[in-house]
């Protein structure tokens, strides 16, 4: 359920008792005095279709918090507890003096039912329109491009629990496969979210636990009942097709042949490190700096440091490079100056953005040799005119 103003905070009104206090054209003066236009509560209507329940905190508290924390980039924590302490940030939300705020794990539970809505960019959009009514960009026409890691916040997984995962993902979510799993799934019962008892400093034993697991994976799925699945169990299905394959491959005759499945001598491309966040991946920033999670693109305005744009992508695959996003970044501008590194600087972005009108200030990628040993066009002296 929607919470609703009450519009009697708790303690005296923190913006109409001490608003000498609070910086003049400052965000919390700003926010204090257009935050319910700001964040109407229509705007977050579709995030709480149930009319059942207990009401939750206001919407536009919450995301007014959103706001303050991106801005001064805190955490969950430091956030509320700035909320609990700030007169500024308690005008900002428009609080009373004495009101002690919420738990921190509501803005998880807020920023959840943002990210599962139909518009799961809204705060940032609204923010946008404010940006371009202020005129505050106008005639700043350099934008600079850059990426960076998020850390997701679940544990990686090895290919075990990643197999016993995902089938007892099958068996809750598709219609049948329970009644199939009882006559084809024998390596571990799936009942037990646990790893399975063997002795696990045991190379033969782990060896036949994977391939006894990548069977029952392949079992399951074949005798999956025929039927239409919705897109939850479809889901389910297609995530056990994927985590049983990826890192495994048949074993060769050295390793004893006949069908076996034995880990993979590589690492499969664009790999799910985790069946709780499927879209999670490895994320290799540079050679040293190896990460499980997300990138964060980000187009700047350098000199006010405003965002203009912001694109959350998994951490690998071609689609997902910072080249790839650049094109969407920059989408809907026009004439601009465009900043970036070398990751920006592939032959196809550029082309791209310069057939948009852009200006690309924009370092190039290091030349590669195309065979060991071989030549670069660095290598060569050009002369145009013969």
């Known amino acids: 359920m929607q919470g609703e103003w009450s519009g009697e905070p708790i303690g005296p009104d923190v913006w109409t008792t001490c608003r000498e206090l609070i910086p003049a054209g400052s965000v919390f003066a700003f926010l204090a005095q257009h935050r319910q236009a700001l964040f109407a509560p229509e705007m977050f209507a579709d995030m709480y279709p149930s009319a059942n329940g207990r009401p939750s905190m206001p919407p536009q508290v919450l995301a007014t918090v959103l706001v303050l924390q991106a801005l001064y980039g805190v955490s969950d924590a430091d956030a509320v507890q700035e909320l609990r302490c700030d007169l500024r940030w308690k005008a900002a939300c428009g609080l009373g003096l004495h009101d002690t705020a919420f738990d921190a794990s509501l803005l998880t539970y807020f920023r959840r039912r943002l990210a599962r809505s139909s518009d799961p960019n809204r705060i940032f959009t609204r923010v946008k329109q404010v940006i371009a009514a202020t005129a505050v960009l106008a005639g700043r026409q350099r934008r600079a491009l850059d990426s960076t ?95 049983a394959y990826q890192d495994v491959e048949p074993a060769d005759d050295s390793d004893g042949g006949d069908g076996r499945w034995r880990i993979a001598r590589r690492t499969a491309p664009d790999r799910i490190v985790s069946t709780v966040d499927p879209q999670s991946r490895h994320v290799h920033k540079n ?3 190896h990460q499980d ?17 912001v694109a959350l992508r998994p951490g690998s ?40 009108g852009h200006t690309l200030v924009i370092k190039p990628p290091p030349l590669r040799q195309a065979v060991p040993g071989g030549f670069t066009v660095d290598d060569f002296t050009i002369d145009a005119a013969t």
Request: hydrophobic residues 50%; charged residues 20%; contains cysteine.
């Open 293 to 309: 999670g997300y990138k964060a693109h980000l187009a700047i305005e350098p000199e006010t440091g405003l965002f203009t744009a």
């Open 287 to 289: 050679r040293t700096r």
């Open 317 to 356: 695959g071609a689609d997902h490079h910072e080249a790839a996003v650049a094109e969407d970044l920059l989408a809907g501008e026009h004439a601009l100056t465009v900043l970036g590194d070398a990751a920006y600087g592939t032959g196809q972005a550029r082309q791209t953005l310069q057939a948009a």
């Open 149 to 243: 890691v998020l850390d997701d916040a679940v544990a990686t997984q090895d290919t075990v629990t990643q197999i016993i995962a995902a089938i007892r993902r099958v068996i809750r979510q598709v219609p049948g496969a329970a009644e199939a799993a009882a006559t084809c799934c024998t390596a571990h019962d799936y009942t037990d979210a646990g790893k399975p008892r063997i002795a696990w400093n045991d190379e033969a034993a782990r060896a036949v636990l994977v391939d006894a697991l990548v069977g029952d994976a392949v079992r399951l799925l074949a005798h999956l009942p025929d039927q239409p699945l919705g897109e939850q169990a479809a889901n389910a299905a297609g995530l056990l097709a994927l985590v």
